[in-house]
């Protein structure tokens, strides 16, 4: 972790494994590289970060101070065997097209918005009779299209209960250490009510922040630095 910038980084290198033995080719001692991967991932997936060191000739445990970034949504198919990415293709298409349109939509009714004020009249006009609002308008602005997933979902998975299905992540909650040492500071959780809503726990006081909150927890100063992360298997709209 001391040189790890971004958390997927952090656990890659933790699947990997050096070891050093004979090598019949070279006919001496050589060094491989054993890469391990995910079979199954679970429904909810605690992440916690190396913080702390042992620091020699001071004998203390010292804080890594270092910047990690960590993602509001996770996508953990990099972790896994080909096996169980090839299980997840289906279902990881499926929502990134999910997530265009709805993206696509936001830009949609902002582009509509701005272009709907451009319009509005400087001068005071004279007051008009309400209409309706369309039907047919209406209907396409919130109707959703509704689909099956397990069309999309494989049968294996679906059946294997408390796995994640799908390989996508979204972040649950954090848990955050303020101080320079590891036998003091303090700790706090940080819980995600809705989107773009958290809950931040300090003790009894309770506050509500927003995501862009979240992202600043990623270390690199005396603030609050991630400890502890947890994801749970992204939701299926």
Sequence with gaps: MTDTNYMINGILESLNEELEKNSPTLNREAKYIRKSRVTRLPQYLPIQFVRFFWKPQEQVKAKILRKVKFPLEFDATELCTPELQNKFSKAKLKIKQVQDKKVQKERDEKRRKMNSDIDKPTEPTEPTEPTEPSSTSSAMDTEEEKFDWTDYLDPELVQDVGCNPTGQYELAAVLTHVGR???????????????????????????????ADIERLDGGGDWHTAYIVLYKAKKLE
């Design 181 to 211: 040492s590891a036998d003091s500071g303090h700790y706090i959780a940080w819980v995600k009510k809705a989107a773009n809503e958290w809950h931040k726990f300090d003790d009894d006081k309770v506050s509500v922040l927003g995501d």
